[in-house]
């Protein structure tokens, strides 16, 4: 897998900032990579569902991360049953849903991709990772007005990270949104913070539209199954 696709199932961890193994140690600081929050505010680019995360087990918790590693060398069919594995074990913790979800996207599977997406985002909308990869996904599909809905969805978030605006704010100028391009930037201006050093989160997934856009059509009578003798 190439350094992109390592770096977005990375970005939970460390936004942008590390294109290594997902055991790499990244070095990034909590106040260079995130908005520190207010009084009253969820911790910056923490997901709000704390009570799910927390009772995830531990032995969920590194199949999660066998998952994203797999996801480095593996082929899709085994890294797809690592992440399903993981569902299956908790079926209502969003992360799993999500990272599976921006995988399949990154291997041009883009339809599979926005139903893992979804899946995710509606056991935990405030999931910035999955709103920001779907409404890129879909802009990218040609349905803006469905992919701003959900990129719009970010900039309500109480809680932001630093990468994810600095991503955000180029997924509003893909898709058109002048008004709400400035106001990513707006934000990030706002809180002193600076771009540089941020890894793009979106090329894997426009990687992987480009793939799909590529493939060679079906043969007639594809996938059918061939008459007994």
């Not at 709000?48 to 969920?60: A, E, F, G, L, Y």
């Not at 593996?74 to 074990?89: G, L, N, P, S, T």
């Not at 709103?131 to 879909?138: A, D, H, P």
């Not at 630093?162 to 201006?189: D, Q, S, T, Y």
Request: with cysteine; charged share 30%.
């Amino acid at each position: 897998m190439s350094g992109n696709a390592t770096l977005l199932l990375l970005s939970r961890i460390c936004v942008g900032t590390c294109v290594a193994t997902l055991l790499c140690g990244c070095q990034a600081s909590e106040e260079n990579s995130t908005i520190k929050s207010k009084p009253g505010q969820s911790a910056p680019g923490k997901s709000t569902n704390s009570d799910q995360i927390r009772n995830i087990d531990k032995k969920t918790r590194k199949m999660a991360a066998s998952a994203r590693k797999a996801a480095e060398t593996e082929d899709v069919a085994v890294v797809v049953e690592k992440f399903q594995e993981v569902i299956k074990r908790a079926p209502k913790w969003a992360e799993p849903h999500v990272d599976l979800g921006r995988y399949l996207a990154s291997k041009g599977r883009t339809d599979e991709a926005i139903v893992s997406l979804k899946k995710g985002i509606a056991l935990d909308p405030s999931d910035s990772f999955g709103l920001l990869s779907l409404g890129y996904l879909l802009i990218n599909q040609g349905k803006r007005d469905d992919g701003l809905l959900y990129l719009r969805k970010v900039l309500k978030l109480k809680h932001w990270n630093m990468g994810i605006f600095c991503n955000l704010a180029f997924a509003f100028k893909i898709g058109g949104a002048e008004k709400e391009e400035r106001e990513a930037k707006k934000r990030i201006k706002d809180a002193e913070g600076s771009c540089k050093g941020m890894g793009n989160l979106l090329d894997m997934l426009n990687h992987g539209a480009e793939k799909e856009a590529h493939k060679p059509p079906a043969k007639p009578g594809a996938g059918k199954a061939k008459p007994k003798p």
